[in-house]
């Protein structure tokens, strides 16, 4: 309490006012005492002047004046006063402390001029003659009509002076006695009413520090009871509010976290308050400790950069997509918005993450290059046969054949390529009708190398399996499977060269199935292993031409082993041959 301005600046306030009040207590009673002791010296004086203006009157009517400076200082000294006689004109006649002869006209002096006029006149000022303060008081001589002169009387007023001091320092000392205890009541009387604010302010500092929901007991009856109440209703409001706020910031931060958006907050200077997790592995962030640094040093790209001041400026969302260098390559679509009702203001990047679709628009847009490029080249070839054929060839018995064998060929490899377009779109699109059955692998890979064992023959090409186990099955669509196999030993046969070999192993590795085409081939180069499931992608294309591949096998199998919940996968080097390895489930 001591310490605390709400008791010290009404005390404060309480003290100047009892001090004023003394002060003008004071200076009033000794204004009115010493008014009083004046007004009693100005009786006392015009007493003495009313007793002698007949004896003056007579000694000037009969030019007695020798007689009148002895009257005059025989009433001075039973008077002790004062006494002088002024003619009309001023002319001092008689004083009983001062030679008149030396004296000036007092004509002009304030209480003359007043006694003159009027019949009486008083004044108070320093006497250069007598070099002192004195009271002043006379009173006309002769009848209003016909003045003759004046008599004044005066006494000092140093004896007022002194006891108006005594009556003061009296005063003073009541006046002190009072204000001392006005302190001390007031001291009493403020510490009262200011202990239950003080009790309510430490209340409401505990409040603004989190100690929500306690409660403040006042028993005074008045407003400031009233006031604790209402500050008890308002800490358990703040305490439900509190809560609800914590449990959304909690919540809001897990939806944050939990996003695959990137969410980036910045404020107004420009540096980062918050950054949720997708956020932190783009930009490589680490919260809280990058939390105020300035957006320009963490993502170093200048759109974004642009665009944030943008937006601060004027305060409307943009959208603009960013390209980050890597490695590896992204590309994001990132939206800036302002942040609506904010005190602070400031700005939130939403990041989405845009590669994959980017990728998909490329691989879409060289499919669609692939497609029109693949189909056109047989188109053309069966075009220009047909055309040569009506153009004269049709009679030419030597060559008419061979042209129609050409057209043939061109339209087998064109139904193949289409044929294995729509397979992939339905396994990619999931409409394919596979049948799944429970089917040993033994038997069925015997068959398909018993299937493929003429061809092999015919490029001199030796074919093997070799079954590390014989009970072991796999739940697949056996059409599908059949697919998978006929491409991965067809193409192995194809880019083996003459007395080469094409092995097939099966084995068991824990919970799959594992089936590995292995040739001796030609091998793939490492700078197309990552792609060589891609549609259409070959890594020798004349070559693959020639061999009559559509390019669109091996995304076929990647999709089918997918689509049966396995994988496959490759292991090549350059001329060293290469092996497809097969993961299937086993039942």
């Not at 890597?326 to 609506?340: D, I, K, W, Y």
Request: proline share 3%; hydrophobic share 40%.
């Amino acid at each position: 309490m001591w310490t605390s301005r709400i008791f010290w600046r009404p005390l404060v306030l309480f003290v100047l006012l009892i001090v004023i009040s003394g002060f003008i207590a004071h200076s009033m009673m000794s204004m009115l005492q010493r008014q009083q002791l004046i007004d009693q010296l100005d009786l006392r004086l015009r007493s003495i002047a009313v007793a002698i203006r007949p004896q003056v009157n007579e000694h000037l009517s009969e030019n007695q004046e020798v007689a009148i400076d002895s009257f005059v200082e025989d009433i001075s000294e039973q008077t002790k006063a004062r006494i002088t006689i002024i003619k009309l004109d001023g002319l001092v006649l008689a004083d009983s402390h001062q030679d008149p002869t030396k004296m000036e006209r007092h004509n002009q002096r304030m209480e003359i001029v007043a006694a003159i006029r009027s019949g009486e006149g008083n004044s108070e000022r320093h006497s250069s003659t007598l070099d002192m303060d004195m009271r002043y008081f006379a009173i006309r001589i002769g009848s209003e009509s016909n003045p003759i002169g004046t008599v004044r009387v005066a006494l000092p007023t140093s004896e007022i002076d002194r006891e108006v001091a005594a009556i003061q320092n009296s005063i003073a000392r009541l006046i002190g006695i009072v204000t001392a205890s006005g302190v001390l009541i007031c001291m009493i009387i403020v510490a009262w009413m200011t202990r239950p604010l003080t009790f309510l302010i430490n209340e409401t500092r505990e409040l603004t520090m989190g100690q929500l929901g306690e409660t403040v007991n006042l028993t005074g009856g008045n407003e400031i009871d009233e006031l604790g109440r209402t500050l008890n209703e308002l800490s358990r409001e703040l305490a439900t509010r509190m809560a609800m706020l914590e449990d959304n910031r909690g919540q809001l931060l897990a939806t944050l976290e939990g996003m695959d958006e990137g969410v980036v907050s910045v404020d107004t200077d420009e540096r980062i308050r918050f950054a949720n997790e997708a956020a932190c592995k783009i930009f490589d962030l680490s919260m809280p400790d990058d939390a105020g640094r300035p957006v320009w040093e963490v993502m170093r790209n200048q759109i974004v950069e642009s665009t944030i001041v943008d937006v601060l400026a004027s305060g409307e969302t943009q959208r603009v997509e960013i390209e980050l260098l890597g490695p590896p390559q992204r590309f994001l679509s990132t939206t800036v918005s302002s942040v609506p009702g904010a005190s602070d203001g400031g700005v939130i990047l939403v990041l989405h993450d845009i590669t994959d679709l980017r990728r998909l628009e490329n691989m879409r847009r060289e499919f669609v290059a692939n497609v029109s490029h693949e189909l056109k080249t047989p188109l053309a070839s069966i075009q220009a046969y047909s055309e040569t054929l009506l153009s004269g060839a049709l009679d030419d018995e030597q060559n008419n054949e061979g042209f129609v064998q050409r057209i043939v060929e061109q339209a087998e490899r064109l139904s193949a390529l289409i044929q294995d377009l729509l397979s992939l779109a339905r396994v990619e699109a999931g409409n394919h009708p596979f049948e799944f059955v429970d089917l040993n692998m033994a038997s069925f890979l015997q068959e398909c190398l018993e299937y493929h064992k003429s061809r092999a023959r015919k490029r001199e090409v030796e074919l093997g399996l070799v079954l590390r186990t014989q009970d072991v099955s796999a739940h697949v669509d056996p059409e599908g499977m059949r697919q998978i196999m006929d491409n991965l030993i067809d193409n192995a046969i194809k880019y083996t060269p003459a007395g080469g070999s094409v092995d097939v192993e099966l084995d068991v590795d824990g919970d799959d199935v594992h089936i590995v085409v292995r040739d001796s081939g030609i091998g793939i180069g490492q700078i197309h292993i990552e792609r060589i499931f891609e549609r259409f992608y070959r890594v020798d294309k004349a070559r693959s031409r020639e061999l009559g591949g559509t390019g669109l096998g091996l995304a076929i199998v990647k999709h089918l082993a997918g689509a049966f919940g396995g994988s496959v996968e490759v292991e090549s080097t350059a001329g060293q041959g290469t092996s497809f390895i097969v993961r299937l489930p086993q039942c």
